[in-house]
């Protein structure tokens, strides 16, 4: 089966850049989206086909997807940003959506 | 606006059986297909079920198909999800979620309801 295998954990500091990075089999052949989950809360959408924001998401969110591993970057993290991180794509030969594990993002 | 407001959670016996509904405000919910998605606590979301708009089409994970049944009621602009042979392991949050294009599918999700509680424990 089709798996996505994102680190478990990134750390950054204010202002700097994070990377969260998303892996799966020729996965730059699929569409990558992103959801960012705050706790409590449910998740909301910032990235979609691998680098479109949807309107409300501010421009610090950029993504790219190419090979085997699609990547979530976020310029000038802030304190906001902390949060989990989840790609996510279509697997058209088994007609699944997957999810990667998720990645705990540490502003600090 | 979008709104999508799930309910039906509770506590249930292994094996027994629940049913959720989702619904839907704001948009033409005949239009787009949606979608359930769980969380256990303290883990990852995990994809559980897709249906078309129509409601001709439906796709399950390997961990539910057999035992859940997604469906809609287009008249009541409500999404549902009957659960039964319920397990441990099926304890969870679980969101309903739309897909943002219009007439197909895109294979992820826009907007997403708040969540409610299943738990399976005896």
């Known amino acids: 089966s089709y798996e996505l295998t994102q680190p478990p954990s990134v750390s950054v500091s204010p202002g700097q850049t994070a990377s969260i990075t998303c892996s799966g089999d020729t996965l730059g052949d699929k569409y990558a989206c992103w959801y960012q989950q705050k706790p409590g809360q449910s998740p909301v959408l910032v990235i979609y086909?691998?680098?479109k924001r949807p309107s409300g998401i501010p421009e610090r969110f950029s993504g790219s997807n190419s090979g085997n591993t699609a990547t979530l970057t976020i310029s000038g993290t802030q304190a906001m940003d902390e949060a989990d991180y989840y790609c996510?794509?279509?697997?058209?030969?088994?007609?699944?959506?997957?999810f990667g594990g998720g990645t705990k993002l540490t502003v600090l | 606006e979008v709104h999508l407001l799930e309910s039906g959670g509770g506590l249930v016996q292994p094996g027994g059986s629940l049913r959720l509904s989702c619904a839907a405000s704001?948009?033409?919910?005949?239009?787009?297909?949606m979608s359930w998605v769980r969380q256990a606590p303290g883990k990852g979301l995990e994809w559980v079920s897709t249906?078309?708009?129509?409601?001709?089409?439906?796709y399950y994970a390997d961990s539910v198909k057999g035992r859940f049944t997604i469906s809609r009621d287009i008249s009541k602009n409500t999404l549902y999800l009957q659960m039964n042979s319920l397990r441990a392991e099926d304890t969870a949050a679980y969101y309903c979620?739309?897909?943002?294009?219009?007439?197909?599918?895109?294979?992820?999700?826009?907007?997403w309801g708040q969540g409610t509680l299943v738990t399976v424990s005896s």
């Open positions: 704001g948009f033409t919910f005949s239009s787009y297909a």
């Open positions: 979620a739309k897909d943002p294009l219009s007439g197909s599918y895109t294979y992820y999700f826009d907007y």
């Open positions: 086909q691998d680098n």
């Open positions: 996510q794509a279509w697997d058209s030969s088994t007609a699944k959506v997957i």
């Open positions: 249906i078309s708009g129509s409601g001709g089409s439906t």
